[in-house]
């Protein structure tokens, strides 16, 4: 592990570079924003609800990083500044509960009482206020929210996407942000794969060969006897495998296409992607998959697999992640399918943490969106692509090519609508004994209401604040 402690550094790392890879264009700063030293809020106080998330015990946090660490000594200085040259107060509530940020931020918006001017937790909680609408701010006018370096791309911030505008963004040019995703790669023992004299499947990658029929392959040659004892080819949770591989065949969970929201899963690719995927689970490959369908990684750091599906949050984001625990692991995408586009390995996300917003009824909306700003600039030390790029490379993973993938499929991750129902039918399509098409078509009324209730206002708010 190659300065693994330093993981609140690798997770700026991500961000920044993620950021990068969307579209670039100069940053339009409002007239309010032109100078943090020019502007004066008069001594007013800034109060902020800031949640770790709700998978996290850590309390005694600075704007989530963890006491002691240089990234926290940073934020607090940034801190320190930002109430200096905008002469404020950022007075921050700290709560390791997502939900009882949320409640109390939900209360005080329906009492009409003033609690919170920013407020930072879980976009999968968020959301609801985001759709019921008059809870929260538009910050289309507040922020140049098309600089996606700085705020977080479209497909980050879909669940704070509304009818006609975008209420709520993410500190892209901050850490601790990554493993608030769901996005998942698959993490291989490059020591058993040299044990058993096979070719690096990073390899694969690189060449173009890592298709679905390439993954049989591996998936065989791995599973194999030592002792008595059955090395497995690969650890996963059912839904985990069928979701990835969905999105393998180069299709979305949704999309916009000639002015109409599309369900991918309704799309011919979307149907072949999850026909392979159950073929591949339960038919092919189906003794070279460990017996028991978990996502804990335990049975993958004991040398029972060779391979496993591994969410980037238990890839990297505490210390019982993998990259805490284990040495010379890989770096791989899903596979792709035969309507995929080459180099582009997508994955899925089902919540956001430190998704940001500004309630209605804060004091002074424009204030809050200038501390707001002054807060989330990038660090110093970081700015560049190809600094973060190196960091990532030398300091975090085993292989540039890690970095890569890792970098690759949270650029190009998704909300999966979990929350709302959108993964039933692909979860069920795994391991159920119906066909495929029986099961799509059995849902179909369901998946059509998800597109009526949810997808539509979704890209409509997408369309108004990005364009089409």
Known sequence: MKNILKLSVLLLVFVLICSSCSQEAPEIIPEYEI???????????????????????????VFGFIPGTAFADQVADRKKQVENDLNCKINVDNNSNSYIINDRLNASIVSGSRLYDITTSDSSLLRGMVRAGGYLTGLSSLLDVQNTDKWGPPNMLYMLLWKDDLYGVVPFAWPELLYS??????????????????????????????????????????????????????????????????????????????????????????????????SIHNDTCKDCFYPEDTTSNEYFQNGDS???????????????????????????PFPIGPNATPGVYRSYYEQIAFSTVIPVNTSDAQAAAIVLSAMFEPFPGLETKADIAEYLATQTFFDIRDAEVFINTITNTEYGFFWEGGRGAIETSINANTPVSQILEAQQNTYDQLVEDYLVNHYAGRVAVYGE
């Not at 030293?37 to 949640?51: A, E, I, R």
């Not at 049989?216 to 495998?241: C, K, N, P, W």
């Not at 980037?312 to 805490?324: A, K, N, Q, V």
């Open 306 to 332: 060779v391979m496993v599906v591994v969410s980037h949050g238990g890839l990297i984001s505490t210390s019982e992640s993998l990259m805490y625990k284990m040495d010379n692991i890989g770096i791989l």
């Open 181 to 278: 995703t769901t996005g998942h790669v698959i993490a291989v023992n490059e020591t058993l794969v040299s044990q058993l004299a096979q070719t690096d499947p990073r390899e694969f990658v690189e060449n173009g060969s890592w298709t679905w029929d390439k993954f049989e392959e591996v998936l065989h040659a791995y599973t194999y006897q030592d002792s008595g004892r059955t090395i497995y080819g690969m650890l996963t949770h059912h839904a985990y495998f069928a979701m990835n591989m969905f999105l393998s065949n180069g299709v979305a969970f949704s999309s916009f296409e000639d002015g109409n929201v599309v369900c991918g899963i309704y799309t011919e690719p979307g149907r072949v992607a999850l026909e392979r995927a159950k």
């Open 35 to 61: 100078s943090l030293n020019g502007m004066n809020l008069d001594g007013l106080t800034v109060n902020w609800g800031f949640s770790m998330d709700r998978y996290h015990d850590n309390v005694d946090n």
